[in-house]
């Protein structure tokens, strides 16, 4: 199973700056076809998670463009530019690559 | 306006059985892999179960392998997830959720499983 690591951030974060959120696979998520299968979710206290990036660096629908994804085939980044109230919560980085789809254990971002 | 509604959920007993159901509308259910992903109380979340769009391909984690099993009725719009001989490590909240070729697109507001004596 592909093994999903996920880094801490220096919460709480001042509104206003910046936070970046790293995550380790343990084999390349780059496919054949040139796409790069690591998905970042953000879970909001009380709510289900939602898909925030795809493909490594594809936002989905209606999700801000503070919010932008980048990396290579094992080490990825998400950073949220000008963090606001609402972006604290639990962010999953998960690999889409292969069965068992795998999570990472969740970065939380508190708010200062 | 894409919604998946879980029901089903509840306590139940370590070694008995419990099936999930999950409600969708708003989109060609057929058309799409549908997964099923749960968190353990403030715990992570942990994919459980995929099918395919007929329901003719099944995956699932070693971890429910042999016990869960998961299905789909597309003339209802439905999707579900046998549970049996549950766990107290099966405790959890179940989401259903929609695998589009990105990720878990859309997903619901998750049912409360508990398993306790």
């Known amino acids: 199973d592909i093994v999903m690591t996920q880094g801490a951030l220096p919460n709480p974060v001042p509104s206003g700056e910046s936070a970046s959120i790293t995550c380790q696979s343990s084999?390349?998520?780059?496919?054949?076809?040139?796409?790069?299968?690591l998905n970042w979710y953000l879970q909001r206290p009380g709510q289900s998670p939602q898909l925030l990036i795809y493909w490594m660096s594809t936002r989905a629908s209606g999700v801000s463009d503070r919010f932008s994804g980048s990396g290579s085939g094992t080490d990825f980044t998400l950073k949220i530019s000008s963090v606001e109230a609402e972006d604290v919560g639990v962010y999953y980085c998960q690999q889409f690559l292969e069965y068992p789809r795998t999570f990472g254990g969740g970065t939380k971002l508190e708010l200062k | 306006e894409v919604q998946l509604v879980e029901s089903g959920g509840g306590l139940v007993q370590p070694g008995r059985s419990l099936k999930l159901s999950c409600a969708a509308s708003g989109f060609t259910f057929s058309n799409y892999y549908m997964a099923w992903v749960r968190q353990a109380p403030k715990k992570g979340l942990e994919w459980v179960a995929t099918?395919?769009?007929?329901?003719?391909?099944?995956y699932y984690p070693d971890s429910v392998k042999g016990r869960f099993t998961i299905s789909r009725d597309n003339a209802k719009s439905s999707l579900y997830l046998q549970m049996n001989s549950l766990k107290s490590e099966d405790t959890a909240t179940y989401y259903c959720?929609?695998?589009?070729?990105?990720?878990?697109?859309?997903w619901g507001q998750g049912t409360l499983v508990t398993v306790s004596s």
């Open positions: 959720a929609r695998q589009d070729v990105g990720g878990f697109a859309y």
């Open positions: 099918i395919s769009t007929s329901g003719s391909r099944t």
């Open positions: 084999k390349s998520l780059l496919h054949s076809n040139g796409k790069t299968y």
